[in-house]
């Protein structure tokens, strides 16, 4: 994103470029191999402005959680630099991250095991403020202003894990992000293993915390039709590659990218009006391990030639800030 | 219409450390030869339930059943074990969520394919293979003869899946028992085993009970739909009316709380609340507490399924035929 | 009013109650430890001699008035001898489980969440132990540092420590990759209070059930070293020394071999039983139910 380094930093909250995550894949052959390694993210260039909720959208193994945590530098990176409110944690230690936890915060997809069994809820809340120094009184505050938020009784933090709702424990996971009050949330696919109707009890819930702590947010998640409905911006993955990124209406409107093509295409649709023309991939995702050279994609597009096979597209702007990696990219109207 | 399986009445009690769960409180299901029907509902309303109770497959110690199975005009709840395993298999089939545990890992996909006509059919070794071959090709794994040999780590969760189709339709059941097949995979995937089903469907000419959440996937593929909440089904009808008119209300609830598939229009339409859990059996509609038009009428009589349409549908709402009902 | 027709009367509560934890079985068992316990604890108080008097008239005394038990070959009462025996044994075992818990869950926590060279170097370490019979170890101890019963103590306790370890480093490993896990690394916890404040409450059920076998172990390998005379010294009342010396005059007093030998016993049996009962009150998922007839039947309910 070449755009993120002319705005002022205040605006960015946090950015990554040439971002790279490569896991090292033991070697099952006994005679000595070039090591070889799972390509989870391989070059990466992202930028989230405050108040912003991006998008990132892909099927497994595209690298989005990935993403996620390397934003959050939960895990370290192979290669890239990643720019948090100004400056480069990059290579910050552990120990010199851990003021910086305050700021950025995670919501997980399985509500279910976000908490530790052993404690009351109202117990991990309040160890979240005790290991941040913040005094009792305050962080009691702080959750019961949460729980009115998050439209839960303050007997909630009597119960253990066990006894709750998978719906009930997202909200508990949300008010949990939002106790240190962070400049940035990375959601991994929060409603992903909820009911339809919780699901939509949680998105509703997200856009009224969104407005009310103008909340800077990565949401992470493999529908397209819930990155739709709350993102301001969404970028599709691929194997580890970024491989379009707009605007949510214009995306939506304008879907540039063969796969981003074949992705909307293969959603089930309810109203018959809303069905696209089926565009079938044939078959499987390729692993991460050995990448093809050229496009990613070339194995399974319909719209693949030569070119396709022998050069890696790059990203590039097809107008008003539409990004496709593609030789052919023009746009599909929906 | 010919309606090849009956489920009239079914009732599971299952007995659990937290107290009695009835997880099934009459359940009327018909499911006509040759169509697809799908069952939907939401976690915990008992559509693995029942379709575990057509196979018996639920622990026999730990829950009772009562009601009746019609399969084919045979109750299959008063079968003998031994009759029950004939029919597993053979007549009736199942598939299941997650093919990664499925599938056993220490046999290689062809042989688990092969074992079907071993045991079934009696089939010598040659033979057996050779239609497991057959099988592997029309479930679109190619090369069948190389694949034959992997096993089922060595395949993505989209091929596994289509090994598990294969298995099931091995000895050509009349009835395929579908429990979430295509939750667990990505979506350019699910596409692919979607049409897949639909293309064994007509071709091998066998009926489908689909179990889905999604409601896209049984707009896509089924022909008829039945909505399950806390254990019963509240409406039944072919799959455009029920999804355009729905009449029962958690059925339209549940129609309007899907994001929207045409464009941002802020808060989803939700339900406060969320459903009941199935200890206590009461003589009232289980969703009233949670229902806009819930009365007096709704608190003290379970309402039965009713006709509401033409060609059969059927939804369970004191208002139906009142007016108050209607359109999403 | 709406018409109820079943009641729901949960037969088993998922909160922790009285009732769950003292079944019959386990009641029994309790009881028969905090007899064993409490006796060997008041031993000054109820046994009719010292452990060590000797009275050479009375050598290998039938069961009297006098002796209830008997007396050995010195002359030493049975029963005594019994009591205070208890206390050297069970303080024994307890000292023994004592140090591999000291020693072994700090190394397995550490081990399996903080993994890579530390955790295979104490694996390596513990394989090196493991790969020592107890009694070799013991020998070694014994060749090193002479007899005594507080060098057989740490050598048991040593062999200990690696299986302790073991458990608690899978156990470790299996809940580091679980979410909640990841959700307290990314609020900045430290990895101490990650290891002792959220890991070791989800794995000390098991690990509880592990450490009360071990203090059975305990009594059965501190009994044996005794019998080989490498760890009590006469005339020190030990309940495998005494097992020791009684098989000699099996003819004379049986009693001599068998007091000894039944407690020893009684206290592993006891202590299996418990831990197996302790077990499934901390696991609740883990819990036995009974068949639907019985269920049905203690619960009554109003409408089939």
């Given at each position: 994103m070449?755009e993120a380094a002319d705005r002022t930093p205040n605006d960015v909250i946090v950015s990554a470029s040439?971002l ?25 260039d992202i930028s989230i402005r405050k108040g912003e909720i991006f ?12 993403l996620g945590r390397c934003l959050l530098h939960l895990?370290?990176i192979?290669?890239g630099s990643i720019i948090f409110r100004g400056q480069d944690i990059t290579h910050k230690s552990r120990h010199e991250l851990k003021p910086l936890r305050k700021d950025m915060q995670m ?25 941040h ?44 992000a939002l106790l240190l009050n962070p400049s940035f949330i990375v959601a ?25 702590f103008s909340l800077t947010m990565l ?116 | ?328 | ?185 990314s609020m900045g ?116």
């Amino acid at each position: 994103m070449r755009e993120a380094a002319d705005r002022t930093p205040n605006d960015v909250i946090v950015s990554a470029s040439g971002l790279v995550k490569h896991y090292p894949v033991a070697s099952k052959s006994v005679l000595p191999t070039p090591p070889k390694h799972l390509h989870a993210l391989d070059g990466v260039d992202i930028s989230i402005r405050k108040g912003e909720i991006f998008g990132v959208v892909g099927e497994s193994g595209c690298g989005k959680s990935t993403l996620g945590r390397c934003l959050l530098h939960l895990t370290d990176i192979t290669a890239g630099s990643i720019i948090f409110r100004g400056q480069d944690i990059t290579h910050k230690s552990r120990h010199e991250l851990k003021p910086l936890r305050k700021d950025m915060q995670m919501i997980f997809q399985n509500p279910f095991s976000s908490f530790n069994p052993k404690l009351k809820i109202g117990a991990s809340l309040r160890e979240v403020g005790h290991v941040h120094g913040i005094s009792k009184q305050a962080t009691q505050e702080r959750i019961a202003e949460l729980l009115d938020d998050i439209s839960l009784p303050e007997d909630m933090l009597s119960r253990s894990p066990g006894e709750l709702s998978g719906g009930q424990l997202q909200r508990l996971a949300i008010a949990r992000a939002l106790l240190l009050n962070p400049s940035f949330i990375v959601a991994d696919e929060p409603v992903s293993a909820l009911d339809v109707s919780v699901q939509a009890q949680i998105l509703n819930l997200l856009m009224d915390i969104r407005s009310k702590f103008s909340l800077t947010m990565l949401f992470i998640s493999h529908e397209m039709t819930v990155v739709r409905h709350l993102c301001d911006t969404v970028a599709v993955m691929y194997l580890g590659v970024v491989v379009e990124q707009a605007k949510t209406d214009e995306l939506f409107a304008h879907l540039a990218h063969p796969y981003t093509q074949a992705l909307m295409s293969a959603i089930p649709r309810v109203d018959p009006q809303a069905r696209l023309e089926r565009i079938v991939l044939q078959g499987d995702i390729p692993n991460a391990i050995d990448i093809p050279t050229g496009c990613r994609f070339a194995t399974r597009c319909v719209k693949c030639e030569p070119v396709c096979t022998s050069r890696a597209p790059a990203l590039r702007d097809i107008g008003g800030g539409h990004l496709v990696a593609c030789h052919f990219a023009k746009g599909m109207n929906v | 219409m010919d309606n090849l399986l009956e489920i009239k009445n079914l009732t599971v009690k299952l007995m659990t450390a937290r107290g009695l769960v009835h997880a099934l409180s009459g359940v009327n299901l018909s499911l006509r030869r040759g169509e697809i029907h799908g069952l939907v509902g939401e976690s915990g309303c008992g559509k693995s339930m029942t379709s575990k109770s057509v196979l018996r497959l639920h622990n026999a110690r730990r829950s009772k059943m009562t009601g009746e199975i019609l399969f084919d005009g045979r109750d299959l709840l008063t079968l003998s074990d031994r009759e029950m395993e004939a029919l597993r298999g053979v007549r009736i089939s199942m598939i299941f969520q997650d093919p990664m545990t499925s599938l056993n890992p220490l046999m290689t996909i062809g042989s688990q394919i092969a074992e079907m006509y071993r045991h079934h059919c009696r089939d010598n070794k040659q033979t057996a293979r050779q239609k497991a071959i057959a099988m592997l090709e029309k479930v679109g794994i190619q090369p069948a003869e190389k694949r034959y040999d992997q096993y089922p780590f060595e395949l993505s969760g989209g091929m596994q899946q289509r090994v598990m189709i294969a298995i099931a339709l091995a000895c050509s059941p009349d009835l395929l028992i579908a429990d979430e097949p295509t939750t667990a995979l990505d979506v350019t995937i699910q596409a692919q085993i979607l049409e897949l089903l639909k293309e064994l469907q007509s071709s091998m000419k066998m009926s489908i009970l689909l179990i889905t959440h999604n409601f896209g996937v049984v707009a896509e593929i089924c022909d008829r739909v039945s909505v399950m909440y806390a254990g019963s089904i509240v409406e039944t009808g072919d799959t455009n009316t029920v999804l355009q008119n729905p009449q029962n209300p958690y059925s339209q609830s549940l129609i309007r709380s899907i994001p929207s598939e045409t464009g941002r229009i802020g808060h989803l339409l939700t339900v406060p609340g969320s459903p009941p859990e199935l200890f206590d059996v009461m003589d009232a509609c289980s969703f009233a507490p949670r229902c806009d038009l819930a009365a007096a009428a709704c608190l003290s009589n379970a309402p039965t399924l009713r006709s509401c349409g033409t060609n059969g549908h059927i939804a369970a709402c004191h208002y139906i035929g009142q007016g108050k009902g209607g359109a999403v | 009013m709406i018409k109820l027709l079943s009641q729901h009367r949960p037969m088993l509560r998922l909160k922790k109650q009285q009732g769950q934890l003292f079944t019959i079985p386990n009641t029994i068992a309790f009881v028969v430890l905090l007899i064993i316990v409490f006796a060997c604890a008041l031993a000054p108080l109820i046994a009719p001699y010292s452990p060590t008097a000797q009275d050479l008239s009375s050598s290998l005394a039938q069961p009297s008035a006098d002796h209830l038990l008997g007396a050995d070959k010195m002359g030493r009462d049975l029963l005594s001898r019994l009591i205070y025996g208890g206390r050297t044994t069970l303080l024994g075992s307890l000292g023994v489980v004592t140090f591999s818990i000291v020693v072994g869950i700090p190394l397995g926590l550490t081990s399996g969440y903080i993994g890579g060279k530390l955790d295979s170097l104490i694996m390596r370490v513990c394989d090196i132990v493991l790969s020592f019979p107890a009694l070799l170890l013991a020998f070694i101890f014994v060749a090193g540092f002479g007899r005594g019963f507080s060098n057989a103590i740490l050598a048991l306790g040593i062999v200990y420590v690696p299986m302790l370890t073991r458990l608690t480093r899978s156990l470790a490993m299996v809940e580091k990759n679980k979410t909640y896990v990841e959700a307290v690394q990314s609020m900045g916890y430290s990895n101490v209070r990650i290891m002792y404040h959220h890991i070791l409450p989800n794995c000390i059920s098991t690990i509880l059930v592990q450490i009360m076998l071990d203090i059975a172990y305990a009594i059965l390998d501190l009994a044996s070293l005794s019998f080989l005379g490498l760890g009590v010294q006469p005339p020190t009342a030990d309940w495998g020394a005494m097992l020791d010396e009684g098989r000699n005059f099996l003819l004379q007093n049986p009693l001599l071999a068998l007091a000894p030998g039944v407690a020893i016993i009684l206290t592993v049996v006891a202590l299996n039983i418990f831990s197996d009962g302790l077990h499934q009150y901390l696991e609740p998922a883990q819990r036995k139910l009974p068949s639907f007839e019985n269920y049905e039947k203690k619960v009554g309910l109003i409408n089939g």
